[in-house]
């Protein structure tokens, strides 16, 4: 997919309302060989996907392997609006807590003192974190409006031919 293509998916409005919100699911392959997927907060640049992990976390290793990711953001209700995202990580390792972890759990319904509280919390656990930085290498938004899955895109050409045979 060239990058005027995956710019274009991404920037469409649907994948804007779903690059804002919260929660993403990340899949990567283990050191066991076996597929995992993992929800995760997550803050979208306007071109990368950044999510931020302990210092020790176990997918690290995994990612420094194979650096292939698949992201999937959707939504609750139907029809479903679904943005599935490939790309590969770059890991960052930085002193204390980057900006984009504060930002990214800011949207959770806290009290004032409640988000003092969570982040002199967070400051005092982590002497730094892991940025994964996830540049898109591909995209497909499914709104089931103006984009299907591709297999049901299929299907509905399949039967569009019958009913003109």
């Known amino acids: 997919m060239q990058q005027h293509e995956i710019t274009e998916v991404l920037e469409r409005p649907y994948s804007r309302e779903l690059l804002a919100r919260d929660i993403l699911r990340m899949a990567y392959v ?11 907060a997550f803050t979208w640049t306007g071109s990368q996907v950044v999510v931020c992990t302990t210092k020790n976390s176990p997918k690290l290793a995994s990612l420094r392997r194979n650096p292939a990711v698949a992201l999937t953001i959707d939504t609750e209700v139907h029809p479903p609006k679904i943005l599935l995202v490939r790309g590969t990580v ?8 980057p900006e984009e972890y504060l930002r990214m759990n800011g949207t959770y319904d806290m009290s004032e003192e409640q988000r003092v509280a969570w982040e002199a919390e967070v ?7 892991v940025r994964v930085v996830v540049t898109p290498t591909w995209a497909k938004l499914i709104d089931f409006e103006t984009t299907l899955p591709s297999a049901v895109e299929e299907l509905m050409a ?5 009913r003109e045979a």
């Open 30 to 40: 283990a050191p066991d060989g076996t597929p995992r997927t993992i929800p995760i």
């Open 90 to 97: 770059e890991l960052d390792v930085v002193d204390g807590i």
């Open 123 to 129: 400051r005092s656990l982590y002497d730094g974190m």
């Open 158 to 162: 399949q039967r569009a031919a019958r």
